[in-house]
């Protein structure tokens, strides 16, 4: 029997902070001993334009990358990114994300419309989704940065690791003065509705 | 200790444990960040060269002094260094020398798609693959030793999803260094005709003794699953979705040495098998060699010649399984990279726009230009090749679009391989005007100092390439300087310059609006009594200006205040409300 490997991909736009939840998840799987890979793609796609890091753990992890209909958890930093990787979504997976809207280009250009009931329709189709502003409670925390922390405290309620855990793989990862707004915005995540 | 690396860090990491101690690289996606977490570590002399083909030749006189060595480039930079690469073939090395070539498979970051490996055939040199960041480490600290006992360049072909994949990595104790000083050997390292013919025949049988060494070495693996019927050969990336998708019931000969490949280790993979696969990205490198070698095998008649593979894409070829995730109903709209809010671009690219001038563009974040809504770029082509296209187009038509033609290059750019093409356009006198878009930076792979920062890889001060100096050096008269944010200044300036029936250069200069030393103004605000929805300030594509119920209105969080748009706005509607406090006080 093949041994199960858990894969989050983590999206949003280029510039909105994924590489740190990425950074901190990875960092922590590692020390719950799990075997890890962290992938995401550097480059042209920084600048404004979507950006995915698959995080795939297991007793062993080969591929690199997530594939259509694998991702246990989509967490999204921006609304329609959420949307958009539906194809990737396991038929059993959760996407957790932020009701924040950013506008695409052709959105901005005027050549298309921002779709705004984009994530009840994906829930019509059978999605578990968890929406919420993420930036209102990382504003509430301290911080419009620690947006990516609250999402991290939404997605820990359904991995098995221990709380503490997270808070210690905080406190590691983001500057000292950072800490407590982090672990605030990781704990009003965690709670949120 | 384990740690979770980049390939690209594996392989700083490797190069280091192995003995380099001189790295000389230009910056190309996929692989900047070799150099870059070389540079952090002050063992090892690290540079950025002005392009590959420098980075490779200050690499070999390294290796000559007796120092082992590497450089880093991504696929196409290869094609610059190809020339010292072929005749390092012959000479060989005297401390061990690698080459790091990054391949782009589906072209995340590039602008075409090509397999690197055809290049250590064809210089006729070894080449490892890596397949995660432990194997980065391990084969970059291992090259060094297989360089200098087949006295042979060693080229390590990572790609994207190797060199940007992060997997755990143990990093181990450096090997210890050792003294190899330079002996003069004319019959090495002179390569004119009487000594490169004595050369050749030593290439030939060292690669006699790499192939039996192929055969052999632990490079190469063969995971072999009792019963399995189908055989699948593979190496890098392609390895790791192979054993995802079907691992458990196909036998596998993995592949690190991927040039030579052996012979013997093939045909007894093969006969072990009832059904032998070849799963490769891009071109059909190992499965053309298994043909040669008279073996009935599958391959690019299972997978595309194009873009990446996946586990599913395995699956789908071998009857691994396939998952199927949610299909909306409706488009989600594309978000595209696009150019930064107060890029210093935008102003220029703007003038170019309006004078419909046909642009031969360059390698860059600029070639953003291209895009919707100001198309302001005609062609893209390889590194430098702006400048000298141009030549050849107003050349080729006896300058009859002349006055419509100009070529954009970044400064980085110039510096790999603009200035050559400007030598040209003097020399051979072409009406051609050269855009200089400075931004003191190589803004597109994530800021590297180049030898017109004045800065060198550490940050540290270093001479400065005076850019106005340096083209009036070469026979260029008219060197203008605008600012890009001044669209009065660049308007006049093009419009001149364009007229001048001569050669000349237009420097726009302005450092990248993310650099951190960069000094942003408030943002812009619209007011909405006054905007007519003329939409003249949504021809600048700037991802900080949308229309919001009827009117213009500009995101806070990411206006710098650059003013261009402003100076776009008839009625006035964009307001700088700083200014306007300024005033009142």
């Known amino acids: 029997m093949k041994k199960k490997v858990t894969n989050i991909m983590i999206v949003g736009v280029g510039g909105q902070g994924s590489l740190l939840a990425s950074k901190l998840l990875g960092r922590l799987l590692v020390d719950e001993g799990y075997d890890v890979k962290v992938s995401e793609v550097h480059g042209m796609s920084q600048r404004g334009g979507s950006v995915v890091t698959y995080v795939r753990f297991g007793e062993k992890v080969t591929s690199p990358i997530i594939d259509l209909g694998e991702a246990d958890f989509i967490v999204s930093f921006e609304k329609l990114e959420g949307a958009r990787y539906a194809p990737w979504l396991a038929r059993e997976g959760r996407v957790i994300v932020n009701t924040q809207e950013i506008d695409p280009m052709p959105v901005i250009t005027g050549a298309a419309s921002y779709p705004s009931d984009i994530l009840e329709k994906l829930a019509a189709k059978g999605a578990s989704i968890d929406a919420f502003d993420a930036l209102a409670l990382a504003e509430e925390a301290g911080s419009s940065k620690a947006v990516n922390i609250a999402l991290l405290g939404r997605l820990a309620r359904y991995l098995d690791i221990p709380y503490e855990k997270w808070t210690e793989a905080i406190a590691k990862t983001v500057a000292e003065k950072f800490v407590s707004i982090n672990e605030k915005a990781f704990s009003l995540g965690y709670q949120s509705e | ?585």
Not at chain 2, 159 to 169: E, F, G, K, L
């Open chain 2, 1 to 585: 200790m384990k740690k979770l690396m980049i390939g690209n860090e594996a392989v700083a990491r490797g190069l280091f444990e192995g003995g380099c101690r001189f790295v000389s690289s230009y910056p190309g996606t996929p692989s900047t960040e070799i150099t870059e977490f070389a540079a952090k570590n002050d063992a090892m002399t690290c540079e950025w060269a002005p392009n590959e083909k420098v980075a490779c030749e200050a690499a070999f006189g390294a290796s000559l002094a007796g120092v082992r060595s590497a450089c880093a480039m991504k696929h196409v930079g290869l094609n610059v260094a190809a020339d010292p690469l072929f005749t390092l073939s012959y000479t060989g090395v005297n401390a061990g020398m690698v080459i790091c070539v990054a391949d782009d498979p589906a072209m995340h970051s590039s602008q075409n798609e090509q397999d690197s490996r055809h290049y250590a055939i064809a210089a006729k040199v070894p080449m490892l693959e890596p397949a995660d960041s432990a194997e980065a480490l391990d084969f970059a600290r291992r090259a060094y030793a297989l360089s200098e006992e087949f006295d042979t360049v060693v080229l390590l072909r990572m790609c994207t999803r190797i060199a940007h994949s992060q997997s755990i990595v143990e990093p181990g104790e450096p090997l210890p260094l050792f003294d190899k000083p330079y002996i003069k050997n004319p019959e090495k390292y002179i390569m004119m005709p009487a000594f490169a013919k004595k050369r050749h025949p030593i290439v030939e049988e060292r690669t006699e003794r790499l192939t039996a060494f192929a055969e052999t070495c632990d490079f190469n693996r063969e995971e072999l699953v009792a019963g399995a019927k189908i055989g699948v050969i593979a190496s890098g990336t392609a390895y790791q979705y192979v054993k995802e998708a079907v691992g458990e019931r196909v036998s596998i000969l993995k592949l690190g040495l991927v040039n030579p490949l052996p012979v013997e280790r093939i045909r007894r993979f093969a006969a072990s098998v009832e059904r032998l696969v070849v799963c490769e990205e891009l071109d059909p490198v190992l499965e053309t060699h298994c043909r040669a070698l008279g073996l009935s095998v599958e391959g690019k008649s299972l997978f595309s010649l194009i873009g990446e593979f996946s586990q599913s894409v395995v699956a789908k070829a071998l009857g691994g399984e396939v998952h199927e995730g949610y299909s909306l109903d409706e488009a989600v709209p594309v978000r595209p990279p696009v150019r930064c809010a107060g890029c210093p671009r935008r102003g220029l690219y703007c003038s170019l726009a309006k004078n419909k001038v046909t642009v031969i563009g360059d390698i860059g974040c600029y070639t953003l230009g291209a895009q919707a809504p100001l198309f302001a770029v005609d062609t893209t082509l390889c590194m430098g090749a702006s400048v000298s296209g141009l030549h050849g187009f107003n050349k080729a038509v006896e300058n009859r679009d002349a006055g419509k033609t100009a070529a954009v290059i970044g400064d980085s750019t110039f510096m790999h391989s603009g200035i050559t093409g400007l030598v040209n356009i003097s020399y051979n006198a072409s009406n051609s005007t050269v855009i200089i878009l400075d931004n003191s930076i190589t803004g597109m792979t994530g800021h590297q100092q180049n030898p017109t920062t004045g800065y060198n890889i550490k940050g540290d001060p270093a001479a400065k390439v005076d850019l106005e100096t340096l083209c009036r050096a070469v026979g260029i008269e008219r060197v203008r300087v605008v600012d890009p944010y001044d669209l009065e200044a660049c308007d006049r300036v093009l419009k001149e310059e364009l007229a001048y029936p001569g050669p000349s250069v237009i420097i726009s200069r302005r450092p990248c609006v993310l650099l951190k030393y960069v000094k942003t103004a408030p943002p812009l605000t619209v007011d909405p009594d006054r905007c007519r929805t003329c939409k003249a300030c949504m021809k600048l594509g700037c991802p900080a200006l949308s229309i919001r119920d009827g009117k213009a209105k500009i995101d806070a969080t990411l206006c710098v205040g650059c003013g261009v748009c402003e100076q776009l706005c008839r009625f006035d509607a964009i307001q700088n409300r700083s200014a306007d406090k300024k005033e009142a006080l």
